[in-house]
DNA sequence: GTCAGAAAGTGATGTATGTCACGGGAGGCA
DNA sequence: TGCCTCCCGTGACATACATCACTTTCTGAC
């Protein structure tokens, strides 16, 4: 289970076994069943999390009630409520599960230990952070420039096993149109 | 004028001044008028840019020649187009002055060279992207979730400053609506 | 197998926003 | 002064999309 992490982090930086194993103490592995929240809006947000297995969606509900799907955590994601994270406010964000899944922890003491005692692994972060600034970014000028169904043919081309695993509300909710609206397109 | 750079970083970590001036080695200042390219659109993207004073967009032209706006880089800003910098691949994106603009550029390789020689470095740039990564998030959340006028307003609250240094066309480029639109929300 | 709830399609209608066209004002420059 | 360009406002009209309401299909729990 825990090779799932070691095999994701060596696409990046290169680690001996013992390295490894060591780095591996700083996480905690724990199961979440199909609906089960790790992050709720308004709560503490005492970890980072690492899917090994499993789906999860990161959304937003505005005052009206209405879901807004930040993003789809998938195998080999890291997610949190970042901004809630490093400064210890409360969460603006939920994070879900949307099937059972295998989560590594780490808490944001032991994130910065091991950042101390290991160079390589900020390294590995910083391009974690950089290559999810990208794709913010990306996604950012796709909600400016494009319009739903183009939006919806990228999502389909990027992530083509999404379209098997959510049901189309969320994938609606993550484009930000209306499930009807949604619907049409396909015809 | 490097000075900028010094206060800049030392919000994040502390430095000694010779460190420091060994730092500011791996970068060269340069100085651009309104209305100049530092990167265009489809070339070479040898450097990223640290605004010491002055006013940068970032944005992407589509096939109809439509502007969008990525994002505003005023002071103590660091900006380019990142995928194609890390992965020295051509430019997405166009970054050009709204101002006369004083500049801190540093290459791939003298980044990469940084981050072995201070660990430190690392450190920071790491806090950057996060916190950039961060700010991205917030806005396709208000992309998702907000009209027209609320992306307004929530814009006008952050950078009240722009306001006055930029055109409202430009502003309508970056909350993704019409020119037209834009104005007439004020009234 | 039955039933309740979720998911998905679709019609009718409302609305926010885009597009096109025009005019007026402010500033740079010969 | 006159001219040109950019910026901004505004009216008329088109359209993409939201919303509401209804129906059908699917699925999972018992």
């Known amino acids: 289970m825990i090779q799932e992490l070691k095999r994701h982090i060596e696409e990046i930086i290169t680690l001996t076994d013992d390295e490894f194993s060591s780095i591996s103490s700083y996480f905690f592995l724990q199961k979440f069943k199909k609906g089960e929240f790790l992050i709720r809006q308004g709560t503490n947000v005492p970890y980072t999390y690492f899917v090994i297995s499993g789906l ?52 944001l003491e032991n994130y910065h230990n091991l950042c101390s005692a290991y160079p390589l692994m900020e390294h590995f972060f910083l391009q974690k952070a950089t290559s999810g600034h990208i794709a913010s970014q990306q ?28 049901p189309k509300t969320l994938l609606a909710a993550y484009l930000g149109v209306s499930r009807e609206t949604l619907s049409r397109l396909s015809s």
């Open 56 to 107: 999860l969606k990161l959304i937003s509900t505005d005052e009206s009630g209405k879901e807004h799907i930040l993003s789809f955590a998938m195998e080999d994601w890291w997610e949190t409520d970042y901004l809630a994270f490093y400064t210890k406010t409360k969460a603006k964000m939920s994070l879900q599960c949307l099937e059972d899944s295998d989560i590594l922890c780490i808490s």
């Open 139 to 166: 996604r950012i000028l796709s909600l400016l420039s494009s319009d739903a169904k183009e939006r919806y043919e990228g999502l389909l081309k990027r992530y083509p096993s999404l379209i098997q695993r959510v």
